[in-house]
């Protein structure tokens, strides 16, 4: 049995929840159990819908009693992947669990002890963690990213000389309102929207019958850009981010959370993307030359593995007693 503790919702945005579920499908249903803190109605309703789709099962927990939790839940293994994770958890979690995992970002905790880190961003060993165990399984950078299977990602038109569809992606749940400050800022282009649950579908009824906005309603990102002829994707820096390296399309991030800094810092550093803001959008787009948008694609194809999960798998399965 796998345990996968997750997080996410409307103020953190879902991510991290959308990356255990990716990692989680590619083992047996039958040995994964998931468990994610309480949610206010809205948020458990949301997220419900999200793992109902995925044909997995969550139990929402009470981390004030998280001894009791871990010995109701225990397993072989642990696999956190949450915003903020906290050290009283994780080392409480060492007690009931024979093997811990992280799925980290940024190296916000004051040390790590865990059995297998894993950091999917290219810049991970840049990072100065402390390691209490010094035997640590490290899965650095982005050779070990988390995408799904089923990515319809062999992207082969060519860019046109001037933009015209623009794909905006700010997060399952737009924590900053990106939708409708960037569609006032874009009027002259026309704007692609998914829309895939019921918080960004509220969020855009003030802009939804824009002439220049087409919503969608797509889980594969990579069918909507190809059937639309996609020039420009604006996106946040989370985990869709490698996803979208491998479309060959041109991307304009903006910060959606703080712990994105690294990856918008970072990427834009090794002209994989152009990092902005809705002040200075219009402008980004507009000096933003053919020949730049096509030595941005060629860069940040190196920046993502679909092969990832696989990779990861294959570690993970030392870990196991069970039959995954």
């Known amino acids: ?82 915003p903020k994770l906290k050290l009283s958890i994780m080392n409480i979690a060492k007690k009931y669990f024979n093997k811990t995992v992280i799925i980290d970002d940024e190296n916000n905790l004051k040390y790590y002890d865990s059995d297998i880190i894993i950091n999917q961003n290219s810049y991970a060993n840049k990072l100065k963690y402390n390691f209490k165990n010094k035997n640590i399984t490290k899965l650095f950078g982005h050779k070990y990213t988390i995408l799904k299977s089923n990515l319809n990602w062999n992207n082969n038109s060519k860019l046109n000389k001037k933009i015209k569809n623009i794909f905006l992606i700010f997060g399952g749940t737009d924590v900053r309102n990106y939708y409708t400050k960037f569609s006032k800022k874009l009027s002259n282009y026309n704007l692609h929207i998914n829309v895939l649950n019921e918080i960004i579908k509220k969020k855009l009824s003030k802009i939804k019958n824009k002439k220049n906005i087409k919503i969608h309603k797509n889980k594969k990102i990579g069918e909507i850009i190809k059937k639309n002829n996609i020039d420009l994707i604006i996106s946040c820096c989370g985990s869709v981010l490698y996803e979208i390296f491998l479309y060959k399309v041109p991307i304009i991030t903006v910060l959606c959370v703080g712990n994105q800094k690294n990856a918008f810092d970072f990427y834009s550093k090794k002209k994989a993307i152009i990092k902005s803001n ?45 039959d995954t």
Request: charged letters at 25%; zero cysteines; glycine letters at 4%.
């Open 1 to 82: 049995m796998i345990t996968f503790f997750t997080d996410g919702g409307g103020s953190i945005g879902l991510g991290h929840i959308y990356r255990s579920i990716t990692l989680a499908k590619n083992f047996k249903k039958q040995n994964i159990q998931f468990l994610v803190p309480k949610k206010y109605y809205n948020e458990k309703k949301l997220i419900d819908i999200i793992f109902k789709k995925n044909a997995l099962k969550v139990n929402y927990i009470n981390s004030n009693n998280i001894k009791m939790i871990f010995n109701i839940y225990t397993s072989e293994l642990i696999i956190f992947d949450v």
């Open 278 to 322: 809705v002040n200075n959008i219009k402008k980004n787009i507009k000096d933003f030359s053919l020949k730049e948008r096509v030595n941005l694609v060629k860069k940040a194809s190196r920046y993502s593995n679909i092969y990832g999960v696989k990779l990861i798998k294959q570690k993970l399965i030392k870990f196991s007693k069970n």
